[in-house]
């Protein structure tokens, strides 16, 4: 199992970016729920949202509700984070992460202990 997030880089203030998240050996279950985490310098990771790929439904943290966007293609086993209005608060390291025993762990509240299998980070720095 794999996964891979990929897409970050240096944005200004206002700005919009569109990360990626690449999975793979994702077969056992019908559905996996593929979270979104991010982990800003010197705090701890935070959910920022979650789809379920049987059928795509998302869940986000409040915080930061109407500004990220979470859309997955099945087809491609790819799920996406697109970010608008980027504020330098949204300055961190974004990973997406699964769990291999169910999809449970997408729904209203994210839970970073629900999800065991991680990939890499990519890097998002929103600075002027």
């Known amino acids: 199992v794999q996964l891979q997030a990929s897409g970050g880089g240096l944005v200004q203030p206002g700005g919009s970016l569109t990360l990626s998240c690449a999975y793979s050996?994702?077969?056992?279950?019908?559905?996996?729920?593929i979270g979104w985490f991010r982990q800003a310098p010197g705090k701890e990771p935070e959910g920022v949202g979650c789809i379920i790929t049987s059928d795509l439904s998302t869940y986000y943290t409040d915080s930061v509700e109407g500004r990220f966007t979470i859309s997955g293609d099945n087809a491609k086993n790819m799920v996406y984070l697109q970010i608008t209005s980027l504020k330098p608060e949204d300055t961190a390291v974004y990973h997406c992460?699964?769990?291999?025993?169910?999809?449970?762990?997408?729904?209203?509240?994210?839970?970073?202990?629900?999800?065991?299998?991680w990939g890499q980070g990519t890097e998002v720095t929103v600075s002027s």
């Open positions: 050996g994702l077969t056992t279950l019908d559905s996996y729920g």
């Open positions: 992460a699964t769990s291999l025993y169910s999809d449970y762990n997408c729904g209203p509240v994210i839970r970073r202990e629900q999800y065991d299998t």
